[in-house]
């Protein structure tokens, strides 16, 4: 998607994981392992972006990722708005434009954007004045890339490389957009081999044209994989056509210890949260050594840390020295 | 009105801008005017109102003009405290005043104050302990001072001082507490002459004792002036018996490039957002080259960071370091 | 109780004031007198906490409260932010435990709680990782600290040492956590006398055994009062079984200043706020001389801040030096 790069192929929007050169996908990687060590001290913060704006613009409410939002920007120093857009009237059109350009005429840096229909940060992102940047923070069904980048970096912490991994992505395929994000970012970074697993009514069609091996049998998808990537399944769908009930689902698509025991012995289990535990996960592997999902969470600040200031400052690398050396 | 004077004739509160002397109006914009510097670099920030409080205390929500003020006390490296007073009950007589009492006694610095009642904005500053200051950002009809001074800004931008100019004010007087703030600030500052068109059931009483010339045809009004200001036609008025239809306000009063041609060569178009295109001016002159209506918002947050330094700091010129200079 | 000081005897959470060590109640009213010297500045700030993350955990909303906690948080340079838990479901349990467990993840330092749940406060911190601190900002009937220490702290600061006073607590003791609080921090100081002033049906069983003296008549019990602490009545209880009117009431308790007369001619009068003026106090006594009712709220911050820095850093030492010196 040309929206995300500037004509020197730098990284202005962050929209989708889908098309994004590999090297741009690893600098962003690094940098937020730089940032990693950042936030391990007590004064978790640089003077990176002061004096510039990020205003999380959300249009469908989550406090849980706003929050992760707001303390990346908190942590590079930024001033931090935050705009929960309500009526539907003003996110779209003319009003949604209207209030664009006034956000940016207060001279704003940042949108983070948060949408409930697939493209709504794509069309933020083409309209926005230049000098302006659009992170997208989930879109409708379309794309959650910052979880995925996130997801790529845990995995790259505990595993290495991602060139001689198998990475199983388990549950709702069709209406995830943390699956389609985690699809392009895992592939762009040239994983070794990308499975999804689900039964075929939460499977897109033509799926396979992504890269991915599909598999409907969860034994048969687990089997020496190094990853195994659970997504939430949102309770709406459980009470419509698609899914029998919880329990069934469980029962074909949980994970236990005892299906955990296909992969590989040191296989890592992630989940994008909150868990919906006996759903998904067992809550002993939830909770259980394999689990790196808080990690997750942790390494969520570093990412959206990495993406904030590539996206603002062009810099590819967060200062050596953290706020304290650096104003005192 | 004395209230906003300390004994010194220095800025204490900002209410309205009725009865301000003329080099102090002209202070504010030239503050304003250092500001606009910092704004326009990348560390958009100036240490002056550092450990200082600022409250944004609204009783009428709005998500807009909120935003202006928090952003220009970010920019002056205020604290800042939302403070949303939803309850009717709070935001009258002894209510209203205990909370001030504590406001103040937390050791706060200034109140900017937005609410429904006429007058509400001075009955609070005459309330206030010493050393708090008080901002108007809206008071029922009454006045919207910051707006008018953000306005006045603009027209000496871009055309220059006052004194020459014939700047026309347009639609709904009556009902206009920005209409009213306009009228006082320009004429203050000397403005040459000041119009205001409107039909007649949308003008208050003897509009014509505060100066300006009434018209209620709005081709005369406009021949020859250097500024239009449009006002903001709120949709109730519109069902009620004062205006027949938006459509019928628009083909008498709506600003078209027609008609702008009757105007001078170099007129400026200016109004205060959100615009109702089609009602109160033509797309095509809102978004056109002689609108300046997002240098507006621009000029806003520098309009208001002058008025917070001001009151709060007693100086009248912004740092010419910012942050990145001084604390580094 | 002893989840709130660590093995080396430092206070790592605050739930409450029952059984903290004179010598520790002592060290935070002494932090408290040193960030009061802080806050008469211009900059209100220092760096003590910078590049710290406070979340206010607010699962019953409290404006006035959650302010005074922000106020503390940005006047110590901590970042904040507001978490208003809104759903019944997220409150508890599960859920509750999830969302801590993200928090810590994103490493938040400290979670400032308010719950209607009496011993909620006490739970999160039973729950909370190693390294992160929990402060009780009020839990249903059970503990106030932080209100009880800032009266404790005025009180000092008015009387001097609490050895030689008698001090009188007035009214709904039995649905108070504030009385609660108040008596533990008192006695704890070394209090000379604690008198408690209600009807019987406002009293708990057996609160003698707490170390006070229970007054059901209100002139008896001010005989002599050094500090006469009234407790604000809700609202609710009036309309109970419990108390017959509000003028039944303040016929009975009130604080007049007729009933004054009995305490100590320089006695003080204090209430933790919002007070139903003609309910519990007259008002020519909550605004008279002798009431401190103000310099209690003054001195929240301060205390506050203290609370915040010793369970954060371990300090008992506000720097004497402000941030204006220490950064420019």
Redesign the interface.
């Known amino acids: 998607m040309s929206v995300q790069l500037d004509p020197q192929g730098q990284l202005r929007h962050l929209i989708s994981t889908e098309g994004l050169p590999r090297e741009l996908l690893t600098r962003i990687l690094d940098t937020a392992e730089s940032f990693s060590g950042v936030?391990g001290?007590?004064?978790?913060?640089v003077?990176l972006l002061?004096?510039?704006?990020i205003v999380n613009l959300f249009f469908e409410p989550s406090?849980?990722t706003r929050?992760?939002f707001?303390?990346a920007a908190?942590?590079l120093s930024a001033?931090v708005?935050n705009?929960d857009v309500a009526t539907s009237s003003t996110s779209k059109g003319?009003?949604l434009l209207?209030m664009l350009?006034?956000?940016?005429?207060?001279?704003?840096d940042a949108f983070v954007v948060r949408h409930a229909d697939s493209g709504a940060a794509e069309f933020i992102a083409r309209n926005v004045a230049p000098g302006v940047s659009v992170i997208n923070a989930g879109d409708g069904r379309h794309a959650h890339p910052t979880q995925a980048l996130l997801d790529a970096f845990t995995i790259r912490r505990h595993k290495g490389p991602l060139e001689p991994l198998t990475i199983a992505i388990v549950g709702d395929i069709l209406h995830s957009r943390v699956a389609r994000s985690q699809i392009h970012a895992l592939l762009g970074l040239g994983a070794g081999e990308v499975r999804v697993i689900a039964p075929r009514t939460l499977l897109p069609r033509a799926i396979e044209h992504l890269g991915v091996q599909v598999y409907e049998d969860m034994d048969a998808g687990l089997e020496g994989a190094d990853v195994v990537m659970m997504l939430r399944l949102q309770h709406e769908r459980m009470q419509g056509a698609l899914l029998p009930s919880e329990g069934e689902f469980f029962s074909r698509y949980g994970l236990t210890e005892q299906r955990l025991e296909g992969s590989h012995p040191e296989a890592i289990v992630m989940h994008p949260?909150?868990?919906n535990?006996g759903v998904e996960l067992d809550p002993r592997v939830a909770d259980g050594p394999r689990s790196v999902i808080?990690?997750q969470?942790?390494n969520?600040?570093a990412v959206r840390m990495a993406v904030m200031s590539i996206v603002l400052g062009g810099q590819g690398e967060a200062p050596t020295e953290?706020?304290?050396e650096?104003?005192?």
């Open positions: 936030l001290k007590s004064v978790k913060k003077p002061r004096g510039r704006t406090t849980r929050t992760t707001e303390l908190q942590r001033d708005l705009i003319e009003n209207d350009r006034n956000l940016e005429a207060m001279q704003c949260g909150p868990v535990r808080l990690r969470v942790t969520g600040i953290p706020l304290e650096v104003a005192n």
